[in-house]
Every structure is written in C-alpha cells, then in structure tokens.
C-alpha cells in the first residue's frame, strides 16, 4: 500500500526550530517531485516548500523563504522540512505530498498524501 507519514511536529515556542519528517512505503519517492503544504483551522491548505525528484530544483513560499529547508534523501525513501524562527503564524498542520513530474504549487496537482503532522507555535 502506497503511505506517506508525516513525523516531527510538536509545539515550540516563537523562535524555536523542528525537523519535519516524510517517510514513504509502498513505492519509492525517487520519481517523484515532493511538496510540504500546510493547513491553519479555517484557511485553505497551501503550498510551503518543494523539490524535484533529484533535489536540483527547490521552491518556497515567500512567508517561509530563508525560515524554513526543504531536503530529501531517496536513498532513505524520506524528505524532510527544517522549519527554524518559528512564528505564530506557522501554526497549522503540515503535510508531505508526492507528484510526478515538475513542482507544483496547487495540492490538487499532487497524487499522493500524508495524513500530517500538527505544529504549533506559541509563547
């Protein structure tokens, strides 16, 4: 069976740091671009950060550029998002997403998912 899961998240402090992680089973992440995206209560899930399927190219949202760092590792069939300077406002549920092809910044365009990992953030 195809999973993506999510690990990593946890409630920090404004400033604090976590390392969100994205396992894959069932298939290899090596063909595939993956995307981090996030969901705050009420608001529409959205894009954060992606990389291609070999790391050459790698996108991020203008709020977590700088912030946040996407890296995957396919030997380990695992991608990661290093989120530092954490701020209340990246409080949301965070998920990985797989696509073939190039990144996209739509979740529709993604094929599959994980089930998240909640952050939260405050002081």
């Known amino acids: 069976q195809l999973q993506l899961v999510e690990s990593g998240g946890g409630s920090v402090q404004p400033g604090g740091s976590l390392r969100l992680s994205c396992a894959a089973s069932g298939f290899t992440l090596d063909d595939f671009a993956m995307g981090w995206f996030r969901q705050a209560p009420g608001k529409e899930r959205e894009f954060v950060a992606g990389i291609t399927w070999e790391g050459g190219r790698i996108s991020y949202a203008a709020s977590v550029k700088g912030r946040f760092t996407i890296s995957r590792d396919n030997a380990e069939n695992a991608v990661y998002l290093q989120v530092d300077s954490l701020k209340p406002e990246d409080t949301a549920v965070y998920y990985c997403?797989?696509?073939?092809?190039?990144?996209?910044?739509?979740?529709?365009?993604?094929?599959?998912w994980g089930q998240g990992t909640q952050v939260t953030v405050s002081s």
């Open positions: 997403a797989a696509r073939s092809g190039p990144i996209q910044t739509v979740s529709i365009a993604y094929n599959f």
